[in-house]
Protein backbone atom coordinates (compact mmCIF):
# COMPACT_ATOMS: atom_id res chain seq x y z
CA UNK A 1 0.00 0.00 0.00
CA UNK A 2 1.33 3.43 -0.85
CA UNK A 3 -0.67 6.30 1.07
CA UNK A 4 -1.88 9.15 -0.82
CA UNK A 5 -3.61 11.66 0.96
CA UNK A 6 -5.06 11.53 4.64
CA UNK A 7 -7.60 14.25 5.49
CA UNK A 8 -8.52 14.60 9.30
CA UNK A 9 -11.89 16.76 10.53
CA UNK A 10 -12.59 16.67 14.06
CA UNK A 11 -10.86 13.65 14.79
CA UNK A 12 -8.44 13.21 18.02
CA UNK A 13 -6.75 16.10 18.49
CA UNK A 14 -7.39 17.59 15.03
CA UNK A 15 -10.66 20.08 15.80
CA UNK A 16 -10.50 21.75 12.62
CA UNK A 17 -9.31 20.35 8.84
CA UNK A 18 -6.02 18.57 8.40
CA UNK A 19 -4.92 17.15 5.18
CA UNK A 20 -1.77 15.30 4.45
CA UNK A 21 -0.26 15.17 1.18
CA UNK A 22 1.76 12.06 0.98
CA UNK A 23 1.89 12.49 -2.91
CA UNK A 24 4.31 15.38 -2.38
CA UNK A 25 6.54 13.11 -0.41
CA UNK A 26 6.34 10.24 -3.25
CA UNK A 27 10.09 10.96 -4.79
CA UNK A 28 11.77 10.88 -1.36
CA UNK A 29 10.68 7.44 -0.68
CA UNK A 30 11.22 7.82 3.15
CA UNK A 31 9.97 10.32 5.06
CA UNK A 32 9.41 10.95 8.94
CA UNK A 33 6.80 12.41 10.82
CA UNK A 34 7.86 14.51 13.40
CA UNK A 35 6.96 17.43 15.78
CA UNK A 36 6.57 18.27 19.80
CA UNK A 37 5.15 15.48 21.74
CA UNK A 38 1.21 16.27 21.81
CA UNK A 39 1.38 17.36 18.16
CA UNK A 40 -0.98 14.81 16.75
CA UNK A 41 1.64 12.46 15.21
CA UNK A 42 0.43 8.92 16.21
CA UNK A 43 -3.35 10.22 15.50
CA UNK A 44 -2.28 10.58 11.95
CA UNK A 45 -1.77 6.66 11.71
CA UNK A 46 -4.68 6.48 14.26
CA UNK A 47 -7.14 8.03 11.57
CA UNK A 48 -5.33 5.79 8.74
CA UNK A 49 -6.38 2.35 10.58
CA UNK A 50 -9.64 3.80 11.43
CA UNK A 51 -10.18 5.24 7.54
CA UNK A 52 -9.04 1.15 6.87
CA UNK A 53 -10.75 -1.00 9.09
CA UNK A 54 -13.33 1.01 11.28
CA UNK A 55 -11.33 0.46 14.54
CA UNK A 56 -8.39 2.33 16.70
CA UNK A 57 -5.41 1.10 17.24
CA UNK A 58 -4.78 0.08 21.74
CA UNK A 59 -6.31 2.63 23.93
CA UNK A 60 -5.48 5.42 22.43
CA UNK A 61 -9.08 6.83 22.43
CA UNK A 62 -12.09 6.14 25.13
CA UNK A 63 -14.10 3.57 24.32
CA UNK A 64 -13.15 4.12 20.48
CA UNK A 65 -14.63 7.86 20.71
CA UNK A 66 -12.71 9.49 17.66
CA UNK A 67 -14.35 13.11 17.85
CA UNK A 68 -12.38 15.73 19.02
CA UNK A 69 -13.36 17.41 22.09
CA UNK A 70 -12.02 20.78 20.51
CA UNK A 71 -14.41 20.30 17.57
CA UNK A 72 -17.10 23.06 17.28
CA UNK A 73 -20.32 21.16 17.46
CA UNK A 74 -21.38 21.93 13.72
CA UNK A 75 -18.45 20.24 12.29
CA UNK A 76 -18.82 16.39 11.72
CA UNK A 77 -16.17 14.14 12.42
CA UNK A 78 -14.78 12.45 9.43
CA UNK A 79 -11.72 11.00 7.92
CA UNK A 80 -10.90 10.48 4.27
CA UNK A 81 -8.14 8.41 3.32
CA UNK A 82 -6.88 7.50 -0.32
CA UNK A 83 -4.62 5.03 -1.07
CA UNK A 84 -2.79 2.88 -4.06
CA UNK A 85 -2.46 -1.27 -4.25
CA UNK A 86 -1.04 -2.60 -7.39
CA UNK A 87 -1.58 0.48 -9.39
CA UNK A 88 -5.37 0.98 -8.43
CA UNK A 89 -6.50 3.91 -6.53
CA UNK A 90 -8.99 3.79 -3.15
CA UNK A 91 -10.57 6.43 -1.43
CA UNK A 92 -12.23 5.58 1.53
CA UNK A 93 -14.12 7.88 4.16
CA UNK A 94 -15.72 7.17 7.13
CA UNK A 95 -17.62 9.08 9.69
CA UNK A 96 -18.87 8.13 13.22
CA UNK A 97 -22.31 7.76 14.76
CA UNK A 98 -22.26 11.09 16.12
CA UNK A 99 -24.53 13.79 17.61
CA UNK A 100 -25.14 17.07 15.53
CA UNK A 101 -26.97 20.53 15.95
CA UNK A 102 -30.59 19.91 14.33
CA UNK A 103 -31.16 21.68 10.93
CA UNK A 104 -34.42 23.65 12.19
CA UNK A 105 -34.96 24.07 16.12
CA UNK A 106 -33.06 23.83 19.31
CA UNK A 107 -31.17 20.97 20.36
CA UNK A 108 -29.18 17.81 18.32
CA UNK A 109 -29.93 14.33 16.31
CA UNK A 110 -27.93 11.61 15.56
CA UNK A 111 -25.93 11.36 12.50
CA UNK A 112 -25.75 7.49 11.65
CA UNK A 113 -22.17 6.14 10.61
CA UNK A 114 -21.18 6.25 7.46
CA UNK A 115 -18.73 4.78 5.16
CA UNK A 116 -18.19 5.04 0.92
CA UNK A 117 -15.01 3.24 -0.72
CA UNK A 118 -14.22 3.85 -3.76
CA UNK A 119 -12.22 2.75 -6.68
CA UNK A 120 -10.36 4.78 -9.51
CA UNK A 121 -11.09 3.09 -12.86
CA UNK A 122 -10.47 4.75 -15.78
CA UNK A 123 -10.70 8.61 -14.40
CA UNK A 124 -14.16 8.27 -12.54
CA UNK A 125 -13.97 7.13 -8.75
CA UNK A 126 -16.67 3.39 -8.87
CA UNK A 127 -18.50 2.76 -5.75
CA UNK A 128 -17.10 -0.32 -4.01
CA UNK A 129 -18.70 -0.77 -0.47
CA UNK A 130 -21.23 1.74 1.55
CA UNK A 131 -21.16 -1.25 4.51
CA UNK A 132 -19.39 -0.67 7.48
CA UNK A 133 -18.00 -4.73 7.98
CA UNK A 134 -18.16 -4.92 4.10
CA UNK A 135 -14.94 -1.62 3.71
CA UNK A 136 -13.81 -3.41 6.76
CA UNK A 137 -12.71 -6.76 5.09
CA UNK A 138 -12.54 -5.29 1.81
CA UNK A 139 -9.28 -3.44 2.96
CA UNK A 140 -8.25 -6.54 4.97
CA UNK A 141 -8.33 -8.04 1.52
CA UNK A 142 -6.51 -5.01 -0.69
CA UNK A 143 -3.55 -4.85 2.07
CA UNK A 144 -3.36 -8.70 3.07
CA UNK A 145 -3.04 -7.68 6.55
CA UNK A 146 -6.23 -7.89 9.51
CA UNK A 147 -6.85 -4.92 11.61
CA UNK A 148 -4.39 -6.32 14.14
CA UNK A 149 -1.89 -7.37 12.08
CA UNK A 150 -1.55 -3.74 10.51
CA UNK A 151 -1.87 -2.41 13.96
CA UNK A 152 0.86 -4.92 14.71
CA UNK A 153 3.23 -4.62 11.90
CA UNK A 154 2.64 -0.77 10.14
CA UNK A 155 1.42 1.29 13.78
CA UNK A 156 4.17 -0.02 16.23
CA UNK A 157 3.03 0.78 19.67
CA UNK A 158 4.42 3.49 21.30
CA UNK A 159 6.51 2.24 24.18
CA UNK A 160 6.94 -1.03 22.69
CA UNK A 161 9.86 -0.07 20.20
CA UNK A 162 12.09 -1.39 22.61
CA UNK A 163 10.82 -5.34 22.66
CA UNK A 164 11.43 -4.74 18.66
CA UNK A 165 14.64 -4.16 19.06
CA UNK A 166 15.47 -6.98 21.56
CA UNK A 167 13.53 -9.15 19.34
CA UNK A 168 14.84 -12.54 17.94
Request: one cysteine or more; aromatic letters at 8%.
Amino acid sequence: MRPNRLIIEAFGPYAERAEVDFDALADTRLFVVSGPTGAGKTSIFDAMCWALYGDLPGNRFREGKVRSDAAAPDRLTSVEFTFTVNDTTYRVKRRPEQERPKVRGAGTTTEKQQVALHRREGGAWEPVSRRWSQTNQVCADLLGLSTAQFQQVVLLPQGRFQEVLHAG
